[in-house]
């Protein structure tokens, strides 16, 4: 017999729902990890102090800039991949707490669809849009 969501019912208090989340949620925290440690262990020239300190400045421009442009980038993907692991975290967070899938602005359930697109999201659609045109 399938849990048919209703209205003032949050979906995700489905435990079905619950354990695949969490189960992804698990996952993609484990890869991101994994993928931060593989690139930090390629040296100490990889890791992120390494790179804002790194005394190597070619004397051509052009490997000057393009130095720049590769630790400028390697910087923004580490970023990146350490704020998706707070959101992670801070996903497992709301399931334990039973918060996961309300939107954060309306308190509206957050659709399956949205989280299938975005596991950490912590506003609806209707909310997101909204933000994102301000």
């Known amino acids: 017999m399938a849990i048919v969501p209703f209205s003032g019912f949050n979906q995700w208090y489905n435990p079905v729902f619950l354990n695949i989340g969490k189960l992804a949620l698990r996952l ?7 993928f931060l440690k593989i690139s930090s262990q390629r040296g100490s020239e990889e890791t992120v102090e390494g790179l804002l300190k790194s005394e190597e400045s070619p004397a051509d421009p052009l490997d000057r800039a393009s130095l720049e442009s590769n630790r400028s980038t390697t910087l923004r993907i580490r970023d990146k991949e350490s704020m998706l692991i707070k959101k992670i975290r801070k996903s497992l967070e ?41």
């Open 28 to 34: 993609w925290k484990k890869r991101t990890c994994n």
């Open 94 to 134: 709301d399931i334990e707490n039973g918060d996961y899938g309300i939107c954060e602005d309306c308190g509206e359930d957050i659709s399956i669809e949205r989280f299938k697109a975005r596991p950490v999201t912590s506003f609806c659609i209707r909310c997101k849009t909204k933000r994102e045109s301000l």
